[in-house]
């Protein structure tokens, strides 16, 4: 039977896409060219800011002195559960070294990019989770140069709490700066600061374009849209729990899809009753996003069995996959495309947003079939070396001459007949590459 919608989108998460491209181009080519003047005239335009754009050390301890401590401690939490996981990640990177053949010695090693720019949101909401996760995977990789940056409120700055995390999780700046320009100083190095190899961390459309043209010159984390949610349950899941989670992803914002598939309609109608009574039980501002993006964006699926469920969570990749069911190790090993995965009710998609320690910068809109989340891994390149005897180099020189010219590629095998005369000087060699 294929899949059965109890209740299927109008809309998809880029149904409202609006072309942004030629303003953020103009803002970024304006700031390339007049500097930091420019990116001063932006900020007093879309910031309404007017203080330190780079934070000193005073400024950084008096907004640290107004968090509490009881956020302070949350904030070290989860600052030291992110830390851990990162430092578990980096230790899987390896130097090798091999012999490939006798005389000839390649091998790799790990480096960390030299700068990094980390965009931390700070609109209408404090985005203290996406300080710690995008500043502390910086450091633990190794990076020379952090910076933070996150757009000030207006004539008042960035909320303490994220100068807080973005300074104990190791920024060696913080920029208050939003947007695009906040993206292009990072960039381009305006204010002094190091000009950033990675651009990383959520934004509106207006930061993720932004990332979007200056991928190339930089580096960025990925590509972002609207954040999703698909939750897979069986007959033993909690309504009230799968449709808690929906609800509470839903509030992201109004375009963000949330999905159910099921093999169980009685949960399914079950959930379709209790989500509508969660949404309005929501403060304002959240109930308005999680109703839109529930009315236009949610679905709930109904399969067959549990391999038909995986294959629809396969299909969607989305970018936080939670498995309410039983067997768990099964869906762990069948399970292929999903930013980050959630094994059981006891784990939910807000501990891995907030504190459980694997990032929550996810692969987006289908991204997860190519590409995972941010990790110390995206601020590190893999970089390959060579050295040989002269013994070693004789066969490849060999084979490198042949090719070459096969390709007609004159000039590189002429690199490798030369060594051959040197090394060898009494050997004939043929270096044609034949019929």
């Known amino acids: 039977m294929p899949r059965k919608y109890l209740k299927k989108a109008d809309l998809t998460s880029t149904s409202d896409a609006t072309d942004v491209r030629d303003t953020v181009q103009k803002i970024l080519d304006d700031i390339e060219a007049r500097g930091d003047a420019a990116a001063m005239e932006y900020a007093a335009k879309f910031d309404k800011y007017s203080g330190n754009i780079i934070l000193t050390r005073e400024e950084i301890d008096a907004a640290s002195a107004l968090v509490p401590e009881k956020l302070k401690r949350d904030i070290q939490f989860a600052h030291e559960n992110v830390r851990r996981f990162a430092e578990a990640q980096k230790a899987t990177l390896k130097d090798i070294e091999i012999e490939v053949i006798p005389g000839l010695v390649a091998g790799q090693k790990s480096l960390p990019v030299r700068a990094a720019g980390c965009y931390i949101p700070g609109g209408r909401y404090s985005h203290i989770a996406s300080a710690i996760m995008t500043v502390t995977t910086a450091k633990v990789a190794g990076c020379g140069g952090i910076v933070a940056c996150s757009p000030p409120r207006p004539e ?69 849209g609207p954040t999703d949610s698909l939750i897979l349950a069986d007959k033993t899941a909690d309504a009230e729990i799968v449709a808690a989670d929906l609800v509470g992803q839903a509030e992201h914002g109004y375009n963000s899809p949330v999905w ?176």
Not at 157 to 170: F, K, Q, R, S
Not at 179 to 192: C, D, E, R, T, Y
Not at 377 to 382: E, G, Q, R, V
């Open 156 to 224: 008042v700055g960035i909320a303490p709490a994220i100068i807080y995390a973005a300074d104990l999780c190791g920024a060696d700046t913080i920029l208050a700066m939003g947007g695009v320009q906040g993206v292009a100083s990072m960039a381009f190095g305006l204010f002094g600061l190091p000009r950033a190899n990675i651009l990383v961390g959520p934004g509106n459309q207006f930061v993720a374009e932004a990332k979007r043209i200056l991928f190339g010159r930089v580096g960025i984390d990925m590509f972002a």
């Open 260 to 435: 159910l598939v099921t093999d169980d309609e009685q949960l399914a109608k079950r959930v379709l009753d209790i989500v509508p009574g969660l949404i309005a039980d929501l403060p304002e501002l959240n109930g308005k996003n999680a109703e839109a993006a529930w009315r236009d964006y949610a679905e709930v699926i109904l399969c067959d069995d549990r391999e038909e469920m995986a294959a629809t969570a396969d299909d969607y990749a989305p970018e936080h996959l939670t498995v309410q069911a039983q067997d768990l190790d099964w869906w762990l090993n069948r399970l292929q495309c999903y930013g980050s995965l959630f094994l059981g009710e006891e784990t939910t998609v807000a501990f891995g947003d907030k504190a459980a320690g694997p990032n929550h910068v996810l692969p987006t809109s289908g991204a997860a079939n190519y590409t995972g989340g941010l990790s110390v891994h995206k601020y590190m390149k893999i970089v390959t070396w060579q050295r040989a005897t002269r013994d070693g180099a004789k066969p490849v020189a060999e084979a490198t001459a042949r090719i070459s010219r096969l390709e007609g590629m004159e000039g590189h095998a002429r690199t490798a007949d030369i060594r051959l005369k040197k090394y060898f000087p009494d050997e004939a060699f043929d270096l044609s590459p034949g019929e």
